[in-house]
């Protein structure tokens, strides 16, 4: 199908289905805000719970954090971020439109003018006020991403966790930033989820921790579902480069306007320690007893964006096949990704059916996401099932309450099998690990 086509499917699935709403929709909109609805907070959830599974549950030699959102201004003067974390705007003459100049290429996207304004830095923080005056005593920022609260606990963590390098503190959460021009969905809004981990490490290993990590990035999004030919690793020119980074790479998705960032891997040197040491006065350094020596260590920061991520699930899954004469929309989605693992259907709405449905519901509620869906025909169950991405759907029928059986429906082969209730747990795990082969 064509890109733009796929584009407006994913939207128009997005809110029918209850993934994603246009938030304050009911007073018109408010500009590049959404909300995630039943569906899609579990989605994101997922995603979420799959990164913080991967970067930190199966790992020795990463921990979490969870920092604050407001912050004083001493931070972001230390990083950089009040200096340079700028884009450059410029003015329509014509419409009166703003837009970033380095995305227009001197011509109006709106009106065609090329009569703008000369470039102007543009700061992209949300200022804020703390306390009941506004003063400039009282100026706070929301981040503009979860970085700084992980290099200012560096001291912090090392002391409590006992740590050494090579080591990370990894982090999820909001982060705030006043775009320009916003658009694509949620592919760039201004109040986002990232998902970064700051690898700390001696700095003559960053290279290889630096290999090391963009290619354990790059497989994640494998393992997950997307297709190989939908990514793909680019390396940023030396000019490109942040003033912090000695060496990125970013993960692009074939996003159907054309491959954009999913996550951007940085050698971030020293550069962020030893600006906040120098800021704040406070030591962040660590002691290698073995050689009796201290030194500042490199970083290495995979950063990706929970919501950009999930969009890229919802992309790649999504397909289309003709079966008897109708179109099938489904969701291919890994079965940890999946807002639904297993929906519990019983074949009609009779008593002695429900019963028996909702006792195999609290039975594999604890072990799967499960859904209850007992309104319309089988049929038009499945199809609903199919287009939200639930990989297996569980039939209670007549026969059930004689042989205690029930049957399985994969949704992707749409193959049946029946099986016993006392074994679903396991049977559906089968089915499951078939997903991660």
């Known amino acids: 199908m064509a890109n733009q086509d796929l584009m407006e499917k994913i939207v128009s699935l997005a809110k029918r289905r209850g993934f994603i709403y246009p938030s304050a929709e009911i007073y018109g909109g ?16 997922n995603v979420k719970n799959a990164w913080w599974h991967e970067m930190v549950e199966r790992r020795r030699d990463v921990v979490g954090l969870d920092a604050s959102i407001l912050s004083t201004p001493k931070i972001w003067e ?10 450059p705007l410029v003015d329509c003459r014509k419409c009166k439109e703003r837009w970033r100049a380095d995305h227009i290429d001197g011509v109006c996207p709106n009106c065609g003018s ?6 102007r830095a543009f700061n992209m923080m949300f200022k804020t ?30 002391t409590t966790s006992r740590k050494k390098p090579p080591f990370g503190i990894a982090q999820v959460g ?21 998902m970064e981990m700051e690898f700390f490490v001696p700095p003559d290993q960053a290279t290889q921790w630096f290999e090391y990590w963009y290619n354990e990035r790059f497989a994640w999004y494998r393992k997950y579902g997307i297709p190989e030919s939908m990514l793909r690793l680019r390396h940023h020119e030396k000019e490109e480069l942040s003033h912090y980074s000695a060496g990125t790479v970013d993960i692009e998705f074939d996003f159907p306007w054309g491959f954009g960032e999913l996550e951007g891997i940085a050698n971030r040197t020293d550069f962020d320690l030893k600006a906040h040491q120098s800021g704040s006065g406070e030591k962040l350094e660590y002691f290698d007893q073995t050689t009796n020596s201290r030194y500042v260590p490199y970083v290495i920061e995979p950063a990706a964006g929970a919501t950009r991520a999930m969009m890229a699930f919802l992309i790649a899954s999504y397909d289309e096949e003709e079966l008897e004469g109708e179109t099938r929309v489904v969701l291919r989605l890994h079965p940890n990704i999946a807002p ?14 429900s019963e028996l449905a909702e006792s195999i519901f609290d039975r594999l509620s604890g072990f799967f996401l499960c ?30 309450l004689e042989d205690n059986q029930v049957t399985l429906r994969s949704r992707d082969s749409m193959e049946q099998i029946r099986v016993p209730i006392d074994g679903l747990v396991e049977a559906v795990e089968t089915i499951f690990a078939a997903f991660s082969r």
Do not use: W
């Not at 090329?114 to 470039?119: F, G, K, Q």
């Not at 859904?371 to 287009?387: A, F, P, V």
């Open 371 to 400: 859904d209850y869906d007992d309104t319309q025909s089988i049929g038009k169950r499945y199809r609903r099932q199919d287009e939200v991405g639930t990989p297996v759907c569980l039939t209670v029928d007549f026969d059930s």
């Open 30 to 45: 408010f500009r590049s805000t959404y909300d995630y609805g039943p569906l899609g907070v579990a989605m994101l959830r």
């Open 114 to 119: 090329t009569d703008l304004t000369p470039a």
């Open 174 to 194: 909001k982060s705030f930033r006043n775009e320009i021009t916003p658009g694509n969905f949620v592919f760039r809004t201004r109040e986002f989820e990232q």
């Open 340 to 353: 639904v693992q297993v929906a519990i259907l019983p074949l009609m709405r009779k008593p002695q059916l």
């Open 129 to 158: 006020h703390a306390g009941p005056v506004e003063s400039d005593a009282s100026v706070a920022y929301l981040r503009p991403e979860t970085a700084q609260g992980m290099f200012i606990n560096f001291a912090n963590v090392l």
């Open 78 to 87: 230390a990083s950089g971020h009040l200096e340079n974390f700028t884009d």
